[in-house]
């Protein structure tokens, strides 16, 4: 970022200021998004480049106020100039996470996804606190060189930001040094999962001529993963037509439900549904039958087909999932999306998984009440086992103020459920799998990403991606491991569970109370 402050402290104005950083930004963004663009065979191409330019001109629009800002103050030189500029920059970037429904890509925290030792301070200042170090470091670093004849006076400068890197390092140095080896979680209780990603290419995802080639792929590769202990089997966002669980798929509900009999482990599952969610599968109540709105789910199912609970994604796509103010929108813009919109979730739900300990008795019974009531005997019997696993669908993994929702409320371990085969051939499923390791540091807690058409794997509670990535190339691999659950006692969440985005909003209220002040004294030096 070096070369863009020196470009702002030889702006002559605010006016060219505003350009400097609304170029930087256009491009920086411009550069970032074009997966936007590239989703035409999904929709109107027409839609998409205007959505792509509109989305690249409104976050470029925080560069260049970040630009003119600077212009504001007093600080040209000095350690003030550093200072001011990672402040406005992390208020900016907090803003940007919200604003108009919000879009955190591109924060420059990321950047350090693979920096392990410096990003662990994450657990109390989030992703924007290190956005805040690098622009604070970047801009020193800046003022001694604009002004290096000088460099005796402005080595200060530099002397902030070089103690502050220092800190955070020797901070995750510290931490990581307590951590358990990556390859030894003996220590810990875990959750034995099989992550099966499918990787079913997007134009034969919503293809209902495709779906008993799709629905066998997920089958074939869970009955290969139930020949180990397992405690759990995921499958991906809306992996599964919702048709094949209500039993209006007659033939496919059987085949699913044969599944759950033979594999005799609880499953989380995405899929679409409409409505209430009934209480098991095979079931499609009149209730059901009659609501018209959508929702983007993610269920929790045990063997006998008993659906425990159900999260419905709360913070939808924008223009991809929904049509914000629908009616206020030219009416080729809704055709962005190929499918009804979905309705948003309203409430965070943990979905919890029942350790089933004695499978033989469910094997060898059938979807009849012998079988169910096997079930819940084995329920009730191992019910001090349950897990409760907090979810995030998707675009929602990039919001860290709302993945910490779940962890607030007692999730031991979360998922990321996400459908990025919208993006293959593209840099977006990398980008979204650079925040995980963010989400699972700010909470320490460990995170598993099952992704049809990103990258599939687990995060460890220090940022540690423990197994091997299954890339959005591969159809017939899945992952097995076992994941580190956060103890069930009561133990200390971390600054940023607690707080979430204390620290961006204390940077905006600086910012706040800083251009107050300078306004109030400019006032009264034209009216003196």
């Known amino acids: 970022m070096v070369p863009f402050f020196i470009a702002l402290t030889r702006a002559k104005d605010r006016k060219s200021a505003f350009w400097i950083g609304y170029l930087t930004g256009f491009l920086f963004f411009a550069g970032m998004l074009p997966a936007i663009f590239l989703l035409y065979p999904y929709a109107n191409i027409f839609a998409t480049m205007v959505g792509y330019l509109l989305l690249v001109g409104y976050t470029a629009v925080y560069f260049a106020a970040f630009a003119v800002l600077m212009r504001f103050g007093p600080w040209r030189s000095g350690v003030l100039f550093p200072i001011a500029a990672a402040c406005i920059w992390t208020a900016l970037e907090w803003v940007r996470s919200w604003m108009l429904t919000g879009f955190p890509w591109g924060s420059i925290g990321y950047s350090q996804w693979n920096n392990l030792p410096g990003i662990q301070i994450a657990s109390l200042v989030g992703v924007h606190g290190i956005s805040f170090v690098i622009v604070l470091f970047n801009a020193g670093i800046a003022v001694l060189i604009c002004n290096r004849h000088q460099w005796q006076q402005e080595i200060r400068s530099v002397v902030l930001p070089l103690i502050l890197t220092l800190l955070c390092f020797s901070y995750g140095v510290f931490q990581l040094k307590d951590a358990e080896p ?3 979680s003996t220590n810990a209780e875990t959750l034995k999962v099989a992550l099966i990603p499918g990787n079913i290419s997007q134009l034969h995802k919503w293809d209902t001529r495709q779906f008993p080639t799709i629905l066998q792929r997920y089958m074939n590769l869970t009955y290969k993963a139930s020949k180990e202990k397992l405690d759990l089997i995921v499958w991906p966002e809306t992996a ?5 669980l209500t039993g209006e798929w007659p033939t496919y509900y059987g085949r699913f439900a044969q599944m759950l009999r033979n594999t005799a482990t609880p499953i989380l599952i995405g899929t679409a549904n409409k409505g209430e969610t009934d209480k098991a599968i095979g079931e499609f109540s009149e209730n059901v039958k009659k609501s018209e709105e959508i929702y983007n789910r993610v269920l929790s199912i045990s063997p006998d087909g008993k659906i425990h609970e159900s999260y419905a994604k709360m913070h939808l796509v924008p223009f991809g999932e929904y049509v914000p103010l629908e009616h206020l929108i030219p009416d080729f813009i809704p055709n962005f999306i190929q499918f009804k919109p979905f309705t948003p979730g309203k409430t965070v739900n943990l979905l919890p998984v029942f350790n089933v300990k004695d499978k033989t008795e469910i094997v060898s019974n059938g979807l009849g009440p012998p079988y169910r009531e096997a079930v819940s005997t084995a329920k009730e019997k191992t019910d001090s086992q349950k897990t409760d ?10 919001f ?3 993945f910490r929702r779940p962890v607030q409320k007692g999730a031991r371990v979360m998922g990321i459920f996400t459908n990025d085969a919208w993006f293959k051939g593209t840099a977006f499923p990398e980008l979204h799998l650079s925040m995980a390791p963010f989400r699972a540091i700010e909470n320490r807690i460990a995170v598993f990403r099952c992704a049809n058409g ?3 794997c687990v995060v460890d509670q220090f940022g540690r991606t423990t197994t091997p ?6 159809t017939e691999q899945m992952l097995i491991t076992s994941v580190p659950l956060i103890p069930s006692v009561e133990r200390e969440q971390t600054l940023y569970t607690r707080y979430g985005e204390w620290f961006p909003i204390l940077c905006a209220l600086i ?5 107050g002040r300078l306004s109030v004294l400019r006032f009264r030096r034209r009216h003196s």
Not at 240 to 244: E, S, T, V
Not at 389 to 398: A, D, L, N, Q
């Open 389 to 398: 696993v907090g979810v995030s669908i998707c675009f929602e993994s990039v």
């Open 400 to 402: 860290p103020d709302e």
């Open 469 to 474: 990535l299954i890339t959005p190339d591969t």
């Open 454 to 456: 990103g990258f599939t």
């Open 240 to 244: 599964i037509w919702n048709q094949a």
């Open 182 to 184: 990556v390859d030894n």
């Open 511 to 515: 910012c706040v109370g800083w251009f």
